[in-house]
């Protein structure tokens, strides 16, 4: 879709965009302020384009990054560290185009979900876990609607929160498994952890 910044009403729609969908991208007027004339540029995908008919495995982050990017938006350094998992664990026949890879994830009845719906990047550390207390009860209707098979938790801060919201939600699951390692600070341990967890899975 192309619209003109200089168009009246401009202000009004950015605040219609933000009031209708939800923004997992919390950069995403300053995208759109940068953006160069005749470029195409990515504000908004819909994550229920790669939700599996029956989700069979549910991988769970603690919140989107506060950079800008998203999983499904294709251009993360967690889906790159998937990405990553998945080719240790299955071998050459995982994608190496990020989109591609994501409609594999898609096919493998894997899909991904945050703790917090928005990042937490900017809350001071003493209120993280208010924040993540207070979506307990959401994740925990998501586990439900969703009704996974397993459950892997990617953040291990947030792994309390994850077996609260599991037990309020009512599912019992064959597996709930956390990577202990973290994605952004110890990143190859993340991916072979991760790894073994994807092959267990697979079996």
Not at 23 to 28: I, L, P
Not at 133 to 140: F, S
Not at 170 to 199: H, M, P, T, W, Y
């Amino acid at each position: 879709m192309e619209i003109s910044d200089t168009a009246e009403g401009w202000d009004a729609l950015l605040d219609s965009l933000e009031h209708f969908l939800t923004m997992e991208d919390s950069m995403w007027r300053q995208k759109m302020a940068d953006c160069p004339n005749e470029t195409v540029i990515t504000i908004y995908v819909n994550d229920r384009m790669f939700q599996p008919d029956c989700v069979n495995t549910l991988m769970i982050g603690d919140a989107p990054p506060g950079d800008g990017t998203f999983f499904f938006n294709g251009d993360s350094a967690l889906l790159e560290r998937v990405k990553e998992s998945f080719a240790i664990a299955l071998g050459e026949d995982v994608p190496e185009n990020h989109w591609d890879f994501l409609h594999y994830f898609r096919s493998r009845e894997w899909f991904l979900i945050h703790l917090c719906p928005r990042s937490v990047n900017e809350v001071p550390e003493a209120d993280r876990q208010r924040v993540r207390q207070q979506n307990v009860d959401r994740l925990a209707q998501q586990i439900a609607d969703h009704r996974p098979s397993s459950i892997v938790c990617l953040h291990e801060d947030s792994k309390p929160w994850v077996l609260s919201a599991l037990q309020l939600s009512g599912v019992q699951v064959d597996r709930c498994v956390s990577v202990e390692s973290s994605a952004d600070n110890d990143k190859d341990s993340f991916v072979n952890e991760l790894a073994e967890i994807v092959r267990q899975i697979a079996l």
